[in-house]
Nanobody, 121 residues
Framework: QVQLVESGGGLVQPGGSLRLSCVASRFTSDYYAIGWFRQAPGKEREGVSCISSSGDVTYYADSVKGRFTISRDNAKNTVYLQMNSLKPWDTAVYYC??????????????WGQGTQVTVSS
């Protein structure tokens, strides 16, 4: 499985925006369907969004639809998650992983460090 690294998290006020990035640790010409997941302390990991290898198909959890946008730049081996109108309940560690469509289920049960998103006033 390709190694992925998340970045872009931080502390933001409610209503603010962040853009997360998921990039392969090394350049490759092979592309994958990618999903974003998040896990808050004491809660189960949940799927947020995913995108097909070509970028032509996207899915969103109802909780983020209309606020988050997933995209990718295959030339940079990078998938983005633009998060707008952030709410306190978006606070979590965000992870990316290769996934199976159409349900955005992760292919592997191994997870990296993720990137922390904290939405607080």
């Amino acid at each position: 499985q390709v190694q992925l690294v998340e970045s872009g998290g931080g502390l933001v006020q409610p209503g603010g925006s962040l853009r997360l990035s998921c990039v392969a640790s090394r350049f490759t010409s092979d592309y994958y369907a990618i999903g974003w997941f998040r896990q808050a302390p004491g809660k189960e990991r949940e799927g947020v969004s995913c995108i097909s290898s070509s970028g032509d198909v996207t899915y969103y959890a109802d909780s983020v639809k209309g606020r988050f946008t997933i995209s990718r730049d295959n030339a940079k081996n990078t998938v983005y998650l633009q998060m707008n109108s952030l709410k306190p309940w978006d606070t979590a560690v965000y992870y990316c992983a290769t996934v199976r469509l159409p349900f955005c289920s992760p292919k592997s049960n191994y997870w990296g460090q993720g990137t922390q998103v904290t939405v607080s006033s």
